[in-house]
C-alpha cells in the first residue's frame, strides 16, 4: 500500500511535469518555424544576389554598348560633374574618374544654332577644342532625374567632325560651281554679242551687196556668203539657248500675240525651202481658236521653226502640215511630214541633246542635233509636252501641248460666213487640200475635194443633189499640171462658175502669166494666208458676207514707200552697222542720220527741238556705245523734254544685242520706247515705220 507521502509526491511531479512538457513541446516548436524562416530568407537572398547580379550584367551590357557607339555621356549637376563616360573623357584626355567631381569644361570655339526637340529636349552642334584638336560635338541635353529627383543635365554627343568638314566641302564646291556658271554665263553673253555684231554685218552687207544689180555669178557668191552667215548665226543662237536654259536663265515672256500671224510668217519663212525641193507646206488654224493668246511668241515661233524645219530637211516627197486646234485648256500643235519617218525606239532618244539618227545613205546629217532637244526645254519652261510619233516609211508628227490662255478681250478668229456657198478643191496634195478644205468648212460652206481633173470633171457633172449642192467656187492647185489646171478652169466656166481661183507656188507665179487670161477670176499663193483665202475666194460671191470676231484690214503699203517723209536718226559706233542700217531705212524712204555716239545723238535732238536742225520722228540708240551710251542719252532726251515740257515724246528705241528681260527692263526705265535685237530685223523697223506712219502718230502705245 503506497503511503501518502509517496503520493503526494507523485501529484506533485505530475502537477510540475505536465507545464515543462508543455514549454518543452512549444520551444521546439518555435525552433521548426525558426529554421523555416532562415531557409527562406537564405532563398531569398539568394534570389535577390542573382537579381543584382543580372542588373550588374545589364548595367555593363548597355554601358559597352553605349561605349561602343562612341556617344559622349556626361551628366553635371549644376555643373559638377556626376557622371562621365569614356567617350567623354577622352576629350579631355583623361579617365572619367579623373572627371567625377570636377567643374571642367572644353573651351567652345564655334557653334550653330539650338534647336528644341518635340520631346522638350535641345540639340545643338558646337565646335571645340579638345584634347585631340577641334571637334565638332552634335549634342542632345535633356534633364534627367538624380538622386532624390535632384534634376541633372545631361548631354549625349555625337563627333560629327567628318559630316561638317563634308557639308562644308559641299557648300564650297557649289559656290564654285555658281562662280563658274556665272563666268560662262557671262562668257556666253559677251562671245554672243561679239559673234552677233560682226555677223550683222557680214549679212547685212550681203544684203546691200544683192540690191546692186550684181550679175548671175556674184549672186551666187553673195547667197553662199548670206546662207553661211545665217547658218553661223543660227548655231551661235542654239549653243546659247542650250546654255541658257541649263543656267536657268532662259526667261519667258508673257505677252499678248496674232496667232495666225506667227502661224504664217513660220510658213512663209519655210516655205521657199519646201518649195525648192517640191514639198507642199499647209498650215490650218482650227476656227475655235482666240485670235490673240498670251504667251512668248518668240520662243514658240522658234519651236515650230525647229519642227517644220526638221519636218522640210527629212522629207523628200509629199508635203509638211502645221495644224492648231484647242486642247483642254490651252491648244494642241501638230506638225507633221510624210518623209522617212523615225524608228519607233528613237523617238524619246532624239530629244536629247546631239543625238542624230543615222541617215539611211550613211552620210553625215546636216545641224547640230540641238534643235529638239531645245525645242523639249522651251516647250518645258512653257509648261507644255511634246511628243513624236511615226512609223519607219510613214512620217513623223510631232505634237505639242501648250497652256497658254487667250488674250483678255481677243476677239475670235476672223472668219466670213458662208453658209450658202459649194466650193469645188481640186489639188492633190495631202495636206494642202485637206487644211484649206478644213478652213473653208469653217465658214460654214460646203467643199468637195477632187484629187484629179477627171474627179473634178465628174463632180461638175453631177446634177445638184441633197448631199451635194450646186459647186459655186471652184480652188484649183497649179500642182495638177499647167494645162490640165487650165483645161479643168475652162470645164468650170462652162458650168458657169465664174469665181474660179488657181492655187500657185511662187515659183510658178510667174511663168503663170495672167490668171484672167488664163482663164481664172484670182490667183492665191502657196501657202495660203487664211485672210488672203478668205478675201479673194470670197471677192466672187454675190454679195459682200460680213466677217465675224476681228476685221479685216487694208492691205499692206509697199514697202519702200513706208517710211516716206519720216526722219530717223541712228546713233551707232559701229561703222558697218550704221551704214546698214541708214542703208535700209533710206530703202524704206526714210530720211536717215547716223551719229557715232550718245553725245552727239543728244545734241541732234537739242537742235531739232530748238528748230535748228530737221525734226525727227525717230532715234534708233544703240545701248553700247563709247563715251555717252544708249541708256545715258535716252535718260537725258527724257529730262531735255521735261524741262521744255514737249507735250509729245520723241520715239527712241533702243538696239542692243543683249536682249534678256532685264536688257529690256533697263531699256525701258532709261525712257526707251522699244528695245530691238541686233541683228536688227527689217519686219520690227518696218513694224515702227509703220505706226509712225499712220495719221495718229505720236500716241506711243507699243
Ligand atoms: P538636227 O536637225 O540639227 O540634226 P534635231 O535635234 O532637230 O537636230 O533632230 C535630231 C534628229 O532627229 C535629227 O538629226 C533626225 O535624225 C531626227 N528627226 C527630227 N525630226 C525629224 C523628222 N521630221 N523626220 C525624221 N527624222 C527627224
Not at 207 to 217: C, F, I, K, M, V
Not at 267 to 286: C, D, F, S, V
Not at 417 to 423: L, T
Not at 643 to 668: G, I, M, S
Request: charged share 25%; proline share 5%.
Amino acid at each position: 500500500m503506497a503511503s501518502p507521502l509517496w503520493s503526494w509526491l507523485v501529484d506533485l511531479f505530475a502537477l510540475l511535469a505536465l507545464p515543462a512538457v508543455t514549454v518543452v513541446v512549444l520551444l521546439l516548436r518555435e525552433r521548426g518555424r525558426l529554421r523555416e524562416e532562415n531557409t527562406a530568407l537564405a532563398d531569398e537572398i539568394e534570389t535577390q544576389k542573382d537579381r543584382v547580379w543580372k542588373l550588374a550584367d545589364s548595367e555593363e551590357r548597355y554601358r559597352s554598348l553605349i561605349e561602343a557607339q562612341g556617344d559622349l555621356i556626361v551628366r553635371r549637376d549644376g555643373g559638377r560633374i556626376v557622371y562621365a563616360n569614356a567617350a567623354y573623357a577622352t576629350l579631355f584626355g583623361m579617365r572619367p574618374a579623373d572627371l567625377v567631381g570636377t567643374r571642367m569644361q572644353l573651351p567652345r570655339l564655334d557653334s550653330r544654332p539650338v534647336q528644341t526637340l518635340e520631346d522638350g529636349a535641345r540639340s545643338f552642334d558646337e565646335c571645340m577644342a579638345t584634347y585631340e584638336g577641334e571637334r565638332w560635338i552634335s549634342w542632345v541635353e535633356t534633364v534627367a532625374p538624380g538622386p532624390e529627383k535632384h534634376p541633372l543635365v545631361q548631354r549625349v554627343g555625337r563627333d560629327i567632325t567628318a559630316r561638317v568638314a563634308a557639308e562644308d566641302e559641299l557648300v564650297e564646291a557649289r559656290a564654285r560651281a555658281e562662280a563658274a556658271n556665272e563666268a560662262k554665263s557671262r562668257f556666253l553673253a559677251t562671245v554672243s554679242h561679239e559673234f552677233r555684231t560682226p555677223l550683222n554685218g557680214i549679212l547685212g552687207m550681203a544684203d546691200l551687196l544683192s540690191d546692186t544689180g550684181p550679175d548671175a555669178e556674184q549672186a551666187t557668191y553673195i547667197e553662199a556668203l548670206r546662207s553661211s552667215g545665217e547658218a553661223l548665226l543660227a548655231l551661235v543662237d542654239d549653243i546659247l539657248d542650250v546654255a541658257k536654259v541649263e543656267a536657268g536663265k532662259l526667261e519667258l515672256v508673257e505677252e499678248p500675240f496674232d496667232l495666225v500671224q506667227l502661224i504664217e510668217t513660220v510658213t512663209e519663212l519655210m516655205a521657199p525651202r519646201a518649195q525648192a525641193k517640191g514639198l507642199e507646206l499647209a498650215a490650218h488654224i482650227a476656227p475655235d481658236l482666240p485670235a490673240r493668246l498670251v504667251g512668248d511668241r518668240d520662243r514658240l515661233r522658234q519651236i515650230l521653226l525647229n519642227l517644220v524645219g526638221n519636218a522640210v530637211k527629212f522629207t523628200e516627197a509629199g508635203g509638211v502640215g502645221l495644224s492648231l486646234r484647242k486642247e483642254g485648256a490651252g491648244f494642241e500643235i501638230v506638225v507633221a511630214d510624210t518623209g522617212p519617218g523615225i524608228p519607233s525606239d528613237r523617238l524619246e532618244l532624239i530629244f536629247g541633246e546631239f543625238e542624230q539618227l543615222e541617215s539611211g545613205t550613211g552620210e553625215r546629217q546636216s545641224g547640230t542635233g540641238l534643235g529638239l532637244a531645245i525645242v523639249r526645254r522651251l516647250v518645258g519652261l512653257m509648261g507644255g509636252e511634246v511628243r513624236a510619233e511615226s512609223r519607219i516609211g510613214e512620217g513623223a508628227t510631232f505634237r505639242l501641248v501648250l497652256p497658254f490662255s487667250a488674250a483678255a478681250g481677243a476677239p475670235a478668229l476672223a472668219i466670213p460666213h458662208w453658209p450658202r456657198q459649194h466650193v469645188l478643191l481640186v489639188s492633190p496634195s495631202a495636206f494642202a487640200a485637206r487644211f484649206l478644205a478644213e478652213t473653208i468648212r469653217s465658214t460654214g460652206a460646203a467643199v468637195s475635194i477632187a484629187t484629179t481633173v477627171e474627179a473634178a470633171a465628174a463632180r461638175l457633172a453631177e446634177p445638184p443633189s441633197a448631199e451635194n449642192g450646186a459647186v459655186t467656187a471652184a480652188l484649183i492647185d497649179h500642182a495638177l499640171g499647167d494645162q490640165p489646171a487650165k483645161d479643168l478652169a475652162k470645164l468650170v466656166r462652162i458650168a458657169g462658175i465664174a469665181d474660179c481661183l488657181i492655187l500657185l507656188s511662187p515659183f510658178a507665179r510667174r511663168p503663170f502669166g495672167s490668171s484672167q487670161e488664163a482663164g481664172f477670176s484670182g490667183f492665191l499663193i502657196k501657202p495660203v494666208r487664211m485672210r488672203s483665202l478668205y478675201e479673194r475666194l470670197g471677192a466672187g460671191f454675190p454679195q459682200a458676207q460680213a466677217m465675224t470676231g476681228g476685221a479685216g484690214q487694208p492691205t499692206q503699203a509697199p514697202l519702200r514707200a513706208i517710211g516716206a517723209g519720216l526722219t530717223v536718226l541712228v546713233a551707232e559706233d559701229n561703222e558697218i552697222n550704221a551704214l546698214l542700217v541708214t542703208r535700209t531705212l533710206e530703202r524704206f524712204g526714210c530720211t536717215a542720220f547716223w551719229v557715232r555716239d550718245g553725245r552727239e545723238a543728244l545734241q541732234r535732238v537739242e537742235a531739232s527741238f530748238a528748230g535748228t536742225a530737221p525734226k525727227l520722228d525717230l532715234v534708233l540708240l544703240d545701248v553700247r556705245m563709247p563715251g555717252m551710251t544708249g541708256l545715258d542719252c535716252a535718260r537725258a532726251v527724257r529730262a531735255l523734254e521735261r524741262k521744255l515740257c514737249r507735250a509729245c515724246p520723241l520715239p527712241l528705241v533702243a538696239v542692243t544685242a543683249n536682249v534678256a528681260v532685264a536688257d529690256r527692263e533697263a531699256a525701258f526705265a532709261a525712257g526707251m520706247d522699244d528695245c530691238l535685237a541686233k541683228p536688227l530685223e527689217r519686219a520690227a523697223l518696218l513694224s515702227w515705220l509703220e505706226r509712225l506712219s499712220q495719221p495718229q502718230a505720236g500716241s506711243l502705245s507699243a
